[in-house]
């Protein structure tokens, strides 16, 4: 493994960014090592920063990524890569190309991809149905291997020859047909967030261990707050009638022994008594421990009332807790996460859906070679320790979660290992193929209905839920 | 309320006699309700007061989150006037190379669309609106129906086009699909202008000679400059507004637009979304298109009598 | 369209009954097929290519990306349409939206545009002000009125809270089955009833103004001139307003989709087929939707322009 910065660079590298050099010195320097323009411009941006007099805040993106070994020469090749979106991301992603480009002489272009996923997800599909080379790699939703894999190159082979093992979960997931049409690259998963303050304010030693003591303990708070605090609320999810509802149901009923909707083998799982016992502790929730707003809420409704210190729960992903943590939050040291509660019927277990992306290689490339060196490079157990240093992007590799580096940068990741690796659960995209999008819809409908009470009998949604299921897997 | 204007006045246009005769004949002498002239006074600026709060009250909201910190936007109830100011999100902004050239491209393709849905819009709807000939109601009801499927519905179809056409992700590339809301709107805006004028305005003209194009352009244009500015104004505003298309056909900076580019404020964390970013955006991209209406709104009224003079 | 100004304009009449058999007559056919050659052309080119391709996929089971064998299934996606108790309801809901919004818009754009139409101090700031809801874009007003009616962090609950109108507890109205489609309609009036008032205003600025001073000699009202006068002859400018705001309002999907993205208490035609189309990837299904809505809005225009041909006769 080769240090990306060769000496004299790292050097010229730190001079920079301690301001000790002037711009002049950097540019004559560096133009006498040889350095690429990305590179220089890399250190320029460096003594910019540096100058300001904040050295060790400010590193410059992608300063922590080690080049893998073995990249290919590329030499001559263009590539056109479909990444994250413009905003403060966007410079540790177009480092990646850069270092990239650096390493192999190909040229590599970093389109920003749409911010909302379904935009994007209609863009990539827009240019495969024109059977268009616009871009050659793509970052890919969690659920969409079974939409596009017709349109994917196989990387089994490619990660096989890696040798680098990532989560099972993950790539049984992205895995249609014995295609793998995603490495996995970078992860979420549904957490509970709690209030140690509040909990330890009322009496509870631990954060609860099954919903039905969440419901209790919640109850129990919102009580005690209400008369301080009028917008005091027990528990925020994401209950809007959109993806994010389909993930928390999945737990709701997963982690109550209900299954996951469609079964692997496609059976339609949904109708049965555990799902709709979860269902039914749910739509108690709104307007008891919950907000009647909170069947409207997304990710960001909830976040904006538990930051403000309004929510003794909050069910959301890992993003949450840096901004949570940050020194000007008001909540900064009074909260901790865990894995979410179970069920209390036969077959609980923990759940926490699966979320993230996946490096991903159009079939319509034509430089499909590259893209995939592309691919295996940002996935690459160097590229992801980077990611989750500097943008706390969580690892796909289970020894990243023990490394003291990215421990260091975010210790909370210390407690995600176990559910990724035991308490995970993928929706059933793969089950459902190019029809997930249907199932999705119709599910996340039905159960916003059940949340909102505009579907009053649980049972009979749950079984009109189930028949309009079938009828989508029959056209399968 | 007044409805005359003093100094206003038009005595050029004129409606028939037999019409004005009609008008008359319909009411016979009724007495007029003595409204007292200060309780009328006080009721038009009242209600002038409530159109204001109506109308701004909400981007004043805007301005507002745009200047508050990021943690106290959360706070609950709400201060209903802020507690303390940053301009750390117009910072932001600013500091967007890619926002800066969108607003670069959204100049470029609404100025663009609307010359165009002009120029093609005003020769249509002069032929639409006074000449008499055969598939006149049949070309004014094909070009309404631009308009008549949802967007969503004809996105794959023209995404397919574009890249046929090599307009994918190119600015003019965007000017055409534009034209499928701007054209019908100003054609049928402007038809409606031109056929309310009286025929006598360009008959004296044709009478002297003028051939049917001069008499649109030295009698009729002048007279339609309100319907015209108004006509752009709108326009203008809709091409400049229109996300759905940009999203879906435009990809890269060079032919982003604004609105595109407000959307792709992104937090620095998955999910999270900048709320005073996006707002402080849309405060800049909204506060010099309301100094150009305010600049060119004045021809509203300027230009009407302008070309009664000219006319 | 032809006929309104035929009434306010009775001079030209004569002219239009005449058939252009005269050699001007031909010469003006001439002229006006050449002026309006390059709009036809344009619609030809950019509109009529994505109508003909809606309208073959909705013959179809397409589906968008798919690598499925396309086969044509006759009306099979509209019989499936029209079974769709959601499809209903949605139709139902944005009628209910389309007749509240225009009609108030008409009412608010009215009386916005007459009050602005007077001549007083700062009428240019007004008339720039009135404008600013139709500068915000949708997606971002939408946004906006989203937060402003959050349950939680929202102004208008604060508001209520501040002046003792609400006691306890967070009242919803974006997610509230009851309050919803209100909201949605407030949020679309807000936004577009500038667009109403400005045209009312270019139609009001067309009125010949002597009109008014003879009416005013014969002691007519302020209110009766309204209804005599200022109506009928604003009625044009006002049916072009409402043409455009009812195919708006009929299609309207951003605001909605932004403010309470998918849930069946909202849910407009246009979501419908959107959510068909792009999140369900149904091309075929999507497209028939789609050709539903093209029908829809084409009976509504025909309705329109028989109101016009009404006052031709």
Redesign the interface.
Known sequence: MARYLPNPVNNLMADAMHGRISRRDIMKKGTALGLSSALMGTILRAESVGAQGTPAAAMPAGYSIEVPAGLPDLTGTTLNVML??????AAFDQANCDIFAEATGATVNY??G???A??RL?????T???S?N?FDFAMIDVIWPG??A??AVDLSEAVANSGVTYFDRIMQNNTVDDVLTGIPWFT?AGLLYYRTDLLEKYGFAAAPATWQELTDMATEIVAGE?ASN??F?GFTFQG???EGLVCNGLEWQFSNGGGTIIEDDGSVSVNNPNTIAAFERAKGWVGTIS??????Y????G???W??G?AAFMRN?P??Y??GAAA???IAGNFDVTSLPMGDMEGSSNAATLGGWQAFVSKYSESQEAATAFALFVASPEVQKARAIER?GLPTIADLYTDADVLAANPFFERLLDTFQSGSVARPSTASQ??Y??V??EY??TL??IL???ASEVGAAVEDLAGSLEDIMADL | MAITMPGQTINHIKASDEELQKIRSTYVKKNKSPLPVVAGRIGFWLLIVAIIVYTLFPFYWAVVSSLTPANDLFQSPVPLFPTSLTLDHYRVVFQDSSFLRAILNSVIVSTSVVLLALLLGTLSAYALGRLNFRGRKLVLYLILSMTMFPAIAILGSLFQMMNDFRAFDTLWGLVIVYLTFTLPFTVWVLTNFFRAMPAELEQSALVDGATPMRALWDVLLPMAVPGIVTTAMLAFISAWSEFLFARTFTLTERATTVQVAISQFTGNQPFEEPFAVRMAAAVVVTVPLLVGVLIVQRRIIGGLTAGAVKG | MAVITEQTVPATKTKYSRAPKTAVGRQQERLGWILVFPSVLVVLLVALYPLYETVRLSFTNARLASAREVRNVGFENYQRILEDGLFWSSLQRTLTITVAAVSLEAVLGMIIALAIHSNFRGRGLVRTSMLVPWAIPTVVSSVLWGWMFHDNYGFINSLFYRLGLQDAGLRSWIENPATALGVVIAIDVWKTTPFMALLLLAGLQIIPSDVYEASTVDGASKWQQFWQMTLPLVRPALLVALIFRTMDTFRIFDLIFVLNAGATTTMSVAIYVQQELIQNGRLGYGSAGAVIIFFCIGLMVLGYSRLIRVEEG
């Open positions: 994250g979106a413009d905003g403060p991301g389109l920003k749409a911010e909302s379904t935009d209609t863009f990539y599909q827009q495969f149905a024109s268009s616009a939409i596009l017709t349109h979420d209400a009028s917008s609320t809007a009638a959109y907000p009647q707003a909170v069947t409207g997304m990710e960001e409704d976040r904006g009332v930051q403000a309004n992903w993003y949450a840096s901004l000007d939050s008001v706390s190019d029809l999008g249907e999705a819809t996340a409908r916003n209905e909102n009470g505009t």
